[in-house]
């Protein structure tokens, strides 16, 4: 295992080649046409490169519309480790800069003065992950610092309907057209230095409230593909009605409680509405949040814990392939993470994630169709995918878990988070 070589992280990035910038509109074009993305446009006349894109972060589809929407402009795309799997040498080459998510990478904002130095776009997208249910994720606070360090202006792009086209849960298209995206202007240079880094984050956070779901019903658009609701459950772990944790599951256009039996049907217009009795959320988001709302109940009484769990580990230490380590034991708890795993020569190996050390994590549904659901968890040079077996846990109360863990802790030491900031 030590013997794979890791991936060079130090490698300055490359600014597109020229023969491979139309390329990546024309495979960025039909998806963008198909859905009849409409750009809109505040602020930015006289606004040419270099500067920073702050993007939000649903579906690939966001990528895809952030050409369109910044061509004939070059950028380096900030991108995590798993998209280079295979494709390391294109991927550099069409401007992506590696990250591991959720690590403190200094190499990351050395990499991004480059390409500002040079005179392009740094694209970043600081949720760090496709949203769960379309609803802003927790952003760094040290976004705020990066901005007035990199001194040039910060423009927003802030995408809508890429959630409820192809949600996390279930990646299934669903045509939803016309999609919207904003690109707008957030600071000039001169307001950076002006502006308190406090200042600047609440402003980031500010533009970047966003609901998929709330869009969805305010435009009108039905979606009428007939599994609409399947993995919902992935998202939505714990009953509403009779409070069972990890009970929830789905079909079709259905989401169930096979504790108490009770279902609700996930509508056209991506509401919820119960089959028989109250309907206790209408809203994806709002049950969600409700969800939050109980992990962070048991922070509290300090009571948090996953239990020991079972699980698979595979390591991405390069860009080549996953590697299988083996089998072993993860908790997670008011300690963090901690992962224990025998691999196939029999040698133990360990990875911790303290509380402070996480203020958020990485989760995936049914990953690549293999071991089901899991965990990333990252130092610099290695990822770890931890796979938990059995039925009594759910990821999305692991990530839940990790923010509010991080939450308290800071709290703890009197620094409380500030609001959308982790």
Known sequence: MDDFKRFDMSLPPVR?????RPLTYLLSAPDVHKHKAVITRTGMEGIKPPYVLLCNHNAFLDFKVATKAIWPARANYVVAIDGFIGREGLLRNVGCICKRKFTN????????????????????????????????????ESLGKMCRLFGVPVVTLICHGHHVNSPFWNLHDRGVKPTEAELSLLF???QLKELSVDEINERIVERFQYDDHA??????????????????????????????????????????????GKKWKLTELGELEVEDGKTEFSHVPDWYEWERANVRAEVERGEYSSGELAVHVSSLPNADRFIDIGTGTMIHDMNGFRVSVRDKDGTVREMEKSVPSLYSCHIEYEYLGKYGDCVDLNTLDDTWYVYPHGENFAVTKMALATEELFAANRAAAGRP??????
């Open 188 to 190: 000039t240079p001169a």
């Open 105 to 140: 990478d200094l190499t990351l904002i050395r990499h991004l003065r480059t390409t500002i130095k040079n005179g392009d776009i740094a694209i970043i997208y600081p949720e760090a992950r496709y949203s769960l249910c379309g609803t802003t994720a927790v952003l760094p």
């Open 417 to 422: 988070c500030k609001k959308g900031l982790m």
């Open 16 to 20: 597109t080649k020229w023969y491979l």
């Open 215 to 260: 869009w969805q019903k305010e435009k009108g658009i039905r979606i009428t593909y007939p599994k609409r609701a399947e993995g919902l459950h992935k998202v939505l772990y714990q009953c509403a009605s009779c409070g069972k944790e990890f009970s929830m599951t789905s079909e079709g256009d259905r989401l169930i409680c096979k504790a108490c």
